[in-house]
């Protein structure tokens, strides 16, 4: 019964990323009329060569591996310089057996470049066709933008690790089983969607709902 749970529980999330695709909604940084954008906060005249230089990728690149699959962005929200650049980094770490989940960048086309190990990754564009590719230490792919993308790492004991540039400085993300399953959609509506039963959408829930957020 419990392969069959899981299985039902995979199927359900392939027919959500087949279904979700053409849905997805795009949208991009808008032209800016100077060479850059001085945060509301800053004084413009004591801005140095600092405020144009970000360090917050140093520990994932250079510290202890973690135990879980990590991203570290380094987007708008976290080097202000990024505003107006249409540009934006990750850095991505994928233990053996982990994956980044289907998810969506709205605002931006993401180009992955793999910098140790090896990932299988694939996207579903807007016409329902699914695309995949299986990387090496050197290799890039690209997602474009708005489509469900993932990337995985099938390895039984090699780390794998990744960069990713954005085409916005802020791309944006939507994790499709947490939209689908954790924002209290009616299980009714998930039932009828998926043509699965009520004890699978639970599960589901129950494993995908975020915590509270701390007040």
């Known amino acids: 019964m419990a392969a069959l749970n899981n299985g039902v529980s995979s199927f359900v999330l392939v027919l959500l990323a087949l279904s979700a695709a053409p849905l997805a909604v795009v949208a991009g940084d808008p032209?800016?009329?100077?060479?850059?954008i001085i945060p509301a906060n800053f004084n413009p005249t004591n801005i140095t060569g600092d405020f144009f230089a970000y360090g917050g990728l140093r520990?994932?690149?250079t510290g202890p591996a973690p135990a879980n699959f990590t991203v570290t962005k380094a987007s708008m929200a976290e080097f202000p310089a990024l505003n107006g650049q249409s540009v934006s980094f990750a850095s991505l770490?994928?233990?053996?057996?982990?994956?980044?989940?289907?998810?969506?960048?709205?605002?931006?086309?993401?180009l992955l470049l793999v910098v140790d190990g090896e990932l299988s990754v694939g996207f579903i564009d807007t016409a329902g066709k699914?695309?995949?590719?299986?990387?090496?230490?050197g290799d890039m792919f690209i997602f474009p933008k708005g489509t469900v993308h993932w990337q995985y790492n099938a390895a039984v004991?090699?780390?794998?690790?990744a960069l990713s540039a954005f085409g916005s400085a802020a791309a944006g993300l939507v994790s499709v089983p947490v939209t689908?399953?954790?924002?209290g959609?009616?299980?009714?509506?998930?039932?009828?969607?998926?043509?699965?039963?009520v004890d699978t959408v639970h599960k589901l829930k129950t494993a995908l709902t975020p915590p509270p957020k701390k007040p």
């Open 31 to 36: 032209d800016i009329l100077s060479d850059y």
């Open 59 to 61: 520990a994932a690149l």
């Open 93 to 110: 770490f994928y233990p053996p057996g982990s994956v980044n989940p289907t998810h969506t960048h709205p605002r931006a086309s993401e």
């Open 130 to 137: 699914i695309f995949t590719k299986d990387l090496a230490t």
């Open 157 to 161: 004991s090699q780390n794998a690790s």
């Open 180 to 183: 689908v399953f954790g924002t």
């Open 185 to 197: 959609i009616d299980d009714d509506v998930l039932v009828k969607s998926f043509k699965t039963d």
